[in-house]
């Protein structure tokens, strides 16, 4: 069974950080592509990132130069650090395996319980 794992969540100013975390079990975690997508109230879930190896990495144009995507095979664990948070970036964060590098949410088969992330003005 497939379980996701994310915590680091929290309050923050805006221009602060914070760097969330992903740790995964119950499958081969290096074949799998992992993702991170938030959901605000009221709105979608939309994508934010997603990495397979470490030349397969993409960003949502709204995060891109804020954040990074990391991971580590050896910890089953897959990271997102965030720098110059806004408050437009408070949401819901939730992490994501998948088969293939996707910015859909239903091209992901796993996902984990979610972590809240607010940025006060």
């Known amino acids: 069974q497939v379980q996701l794992v994310e915590s680091g969540g929290g309050l923050v100013q805006a221009g602060g950080s914070l760097r969330l975390s992903c740790a995964a079990s119950?499958?081969?975690?290096?074949?799998?592509?992992m993702g991170w997508f938030r959901q605000a109230p009221g709105k979608e879930r939309e994508f934010v990132a997603a990495?397979?190896?470490?030349?397969?990495?993409y960003y949502a144009d709204s995060v891109k130069g804020r954040f990074t995507i990391s991971r580590d095979n050896a910890k089953n664990t897959v990271y997102l650090q965030m720098n110059s948070l806004k408050p437009e970036d408070t949401a819901v964060y939730y992490c994501?395996?998948?088969?293939?590098?996707?910015?859909?949410?239903?091209?992901?088969?796993?996902w984990g319980q979610g972590t809240q992330v607010t940025v006060s003005s």
């Open positions: 994501a395996a998948g088969p293939n590098i996707a910015t859909a949410a239903n091209d992901y088969g796993s």
């Open positions: 990495v397979y190896w470490s030349r397969s990495i």
């Open positions: 119950g499958l081969t975690f290096s074949r799998y592509v």
